[in-house]
């Protein structure tokens, strides 16, 4: 890939930038529709892409769709409490005879929730430091930032984001920084690695001897060339993201009830094993769902990818 | 760059990794807002012995002095005093910690004996319905997180079927072995007691399985897909058009090759079930130092913490160590580096 | 060639496996129900002569873990229950809310109420074989009192020296005459000073006491008691054999090894009660879980009566509770008989500001009824009634009881009916400990679980009413009002009976009246225990004080 991008740049001469645009723009769309054919031609994949965005839409339109909205609430039923799957409630109803089905679909909220923002937080803050570390190869820079990131993979990120949801007052957000916190180290150095091989390509150099700024040599030159393996981490990550929300919210570190959270319903649901499975199974289901279909998504990105490259 | 070359600089560089670990640990634990004297004496012990503990924990001092304080400690082995049990940290991570390598190192056998078997019979049987069953369940098994697993294992194989052991590392009535490796399992066989090994090993496989399914199925997912990348290669051809038998062709020739992806994750997975054990042992009651960490954390017993940490860190360290010799030892196109990102 | 072989170990593994997982179906003696009736003989006790068969006679019971088994440091549910059985006091806590003479066999009291006199029981023998002497006694107490944890803040209150006037005598003297004194020597675990000392490190916070045994006595003990520890690996459970030297008196069927297993997983207390592998369960378990437990064969559910209360406390110093309606209206407004249906039959109503239990409770004290006239008329005095949306009442409940989100959502619907606007959170307990030691984050509403040490309605108005508590999360009405200290220091000085229950009877009405707090209920404190038991507690023949329900020495065992 990144050979192609050199050629393009090697014809600068004759064409004009205008015309650059327009022929980066049409080999983009190109691309685009080369891209979804391959993607597409794998059932699996299609059926992560149907899931996701079914999963989204739930999420979104919760109040909407779910049965009984109110039960995401401070709500009390107790006459209808622990009610197994029946029509009126296809889930059942938890201890508080609260609809097990509607909060599952509620905690499909703070699920992908969870692994949009802990993705938005970290990317950019570990890309970034990964393309300066790799293109300063030997300066301080590189020492400094490296150094740093190898600390923070020296531990599994789970035990460190546990360790700082715990010090931190126990809610969504504060979940949500503690996996940022650890999960940017891994896009630094994926990064890294590849700006290292990139910074001796044919096309940095004629940037760094045209006198381009860093800013244009990180952004335009080598950034762009790192966003497939980027994008393939990114879809896959945020299943993993989405599972170490949950367990954090498992042992009482995420979401705080009365709202819903799919780890919380089914710490609180395994108090009611084995009688009233429906309470834990049920949402230990969704998580099920929710990550195999990110899974599925991710995997044929990879795969997408994977394809272009050779 | 030689073996013992690589090995040397990279303890060096491992050390100074987790020194800054510690201070990244040590941050963390002492900005919990709450204080941990008052916790540990709980809520009714009279001021004075508050002022007591926090006096001999030199909670009183600035940071940079504790940090001093416990570092100089911490080289010596000395975590100071953990808040729930009471005890030197050191103590309970010597009691604790061995019950965590044999779940950890069980499990780690379940993987690689499963993941690579799975892996092998569906590539063997590649697109046949015995494939068809293994890639189903790998999916199954990666997606599922591994306390769902240990929940419905509980239901199922404990409570249902009631087939298997959910608590303890033994029977109650099982004669323990004298105490060595802390392990029971290896102490059962040091002291000849086979019927506690088998006991112990019962005891084990709820919890072991829980932990690996992760593995096993993404074990079984790479060893499949790089088998069948393998055996469309040229190599694999002509070696069975010189009528090599295909045992032969399948062990030597492909098997090898097709496992340095798989050992290469199975290290690494194996290294993150360190972490994955805390909601596990927890589930299982399982008395190891995950559980003991995970409740360090919810009790914010702050040097029992930063110590779990940094127990962990270290194993976490070293397995990728030997991982990374492991793996250039069956590919020699790799090379060592001191650094890891390197 | 190396394939092969692997595929091999591959299949042998997995067979191996399989193996294991069928074993205890397919071959019965494998099982490990079966294994007591084996592994039997060597451990047998004289006294269960009478048993039909050589049989070893167990006890197991689960417990919310830590277990801590310092008389200085353990106070909670299992650490109480277990120095219990493994020490001697020098009186006994009886079924009436009485004291019974035990390692002290009389006692004489001076007229001042100032200096007490115990004598000692004499042979009394330590588990390492030596006698117990007076200065063990005051080796105990000054223990106790320098390391200031565990059960201290009870025991060494206005006590002013220890001292043994010979090797069978010991005398306390009190810097003022309370009626706490005797009942909180319950909590003064006896020690042997020797044995102790023998296994004490010279390092440690206590001067020249060193680590004072703290370190040994965590896994061992050093006591009198019917029971003594075997084994005690931390963080799974505490083993302990039958003290056959023991001078006091066993039931015929006391078991001859106790057990307290640290769990409260619901599905393994279910499959251990189950399998009878456990004989108590613990009392943590959901509603739901004593209902299935309560099916299983041979297993009932013993309510158990405790001197614990369920409390909403109403912070009587920030708006909009501290006006006096207020508080009436949210008493008047809230279901009672909802919130008590929620929990087992057998719960009750709190009568008055002290749990029923009590010595001294007074059970003719007003007690509030829900009736929403009444809490209308009451909130429209209330000086905030015009503005009451402005003034949400905060409640904060415990994180780590789930239960009790129910009752916070049946206030928040009770409340709702009348036009007060409730607003619940969830906050750890630390956390909440943190909130309530100041005014400004204490919230308008906490609801708490308090238990008395003590089986006297005297404590329980210290402990929850009296300015000394104000700032910890016994308290967080914040009272703060002198003339009511007054009352209760006075009532808890006066040593006639009669007198000082009339003069707490006076209290219980004034802080009825005042609504200060919103009383729910006495706790019943539920255990599912097999029919083989014959356990004291669940005919209520125990004091109901923490620690003597599963007081082993007195419980038979007959099961199979």
Known sequence: MA???STHRGSVASITPEQIKEMERASRRENLGRNWYKFSRNPLSVIGVVTVILLILLATLAPLVAPFPKHAGPFTDFAHAKLPPEWGHLFGTDQIGRDVLSRIIFGLRSSLLMGVVVLALVVP?????????????GMWIEAVIMRITDIFLAVPPLILALAVASVLEPNLWNGMLAVSLMWWPWYTRLVYGLAVALRNEYFVSAAEVTGASTA?????????????????????????????GSMLSFVGLGVQPPEPSLGTMIADGARYLPDQWWIAIFPALAIVVVVLGFNLLGDGVRDMFAAQET | MSLLNFLVRRIIYSVFVLLGLSIVIFLIARVMPGDPARMAVGARAPQWVVDRLREQMHLNQPLVVQYGYWLSDAVRGDFGLSLITQRPVTTDIKEFLPASLELVFFSGLLSAVGGIGLGIVSARYKDTWIDNVVRVFSY????????????????????TLNWLPIIGRVHEQTAVPPLVTGAITVDALLAGQFGTFFDALRHLLLPAISLAMGSIAQEARITRSSMADNLSKDYIASARALGIPERVVMGRFLLKPSLIPTVSILGLDIASTLSVAFLVELIFNWPGLARYGMNAMLHKDLNAISAVILVLGAAFVTVNIIVDIIVAQLDPRIRLSATRSA | MRGKTFTAFAVMILVSLLLTQCTPTAAPPAAPTQAPAVAAAPTQAPIATTAPAAQKRVLRITFSWPDRIDPAVGNDYAGSTSLANLYDTLIFPNAKGGVDPWLAESWDVSQDGLTYTFHLRQGVKFHDGSLL????????????????????????????????????TVEFKLSNATALFLPSLVRLYVASEALIRQNTKAEGPYGTDGDFGKEWLQTHDAGTGPYMVREFPLEQYLLMDKNTDWWGEFHPNAPDEVRFIGTTEAVTIRSLMQNKELEISDQWQSFEAYQALEKLDGVKIAPLQSLSSFYYMINNKKPPTDDVHCRRAIDYAFDYDAAVGLEWPGTRQMVGPVP??????????????RDLDKAKAELALCKYANDIANYPIKVQWVAEVPDEEKWALLFQ?????VGLKAEITKAPWLSLVENTSKLETSPSIATIYVSSDLPEAGLMLKQRYHSSTTGTWQQVEWLQDPQLDAAIDDALATLDDQERFAKYAKIQAELVDRAVSLWIYDQVEKHAYRTCVDWPAARGETSAIMGYQEYAAHIGVDCQ
């Open chain 2, 140 to 159: 199954f098994g990666i997606v599922t997180p591994s306390f769902v697993f240990a929940i419905l294992f509980i239901l199922l194989f404990g409570f």
């Open chain 3, 133 to 168: 002497k007076a200065s063990d006694v005051v080796y105990s107490y000054d223990r106790l009192k320098a390391i200031g944890e565990g059960f201290a803040y009870l025991v060494t209150a206005g006590v002013e020296g220890v001292k043994a006037v010979d090797d069978a």
């Open chain 3, 356 to 369: 029923a239990a009590l010595a001294g409770h007074d059970p003719n004290v007003f007690t509030f009824k």
């Open chain 3, 413 to 417: 619907a009770n409340m709702a009916e």
């Open chain 1, 216 to 244: 244009h040599i990180l952004f335009r030159e080598i950034l762009p060339n790192t966003v497939s393996p980027i994008l393939t981490k990114m879809s896959l990550d945020v299943a993993w993201v989405i599972i170490i």
């Open chain 1, 125 to 137: 803050p570990g890309v970034l430091l990964g393309l300066l570390a790799g293109y300063f190869q």
């Open chain 1, 3 to 5: 050979e192609e991008v």
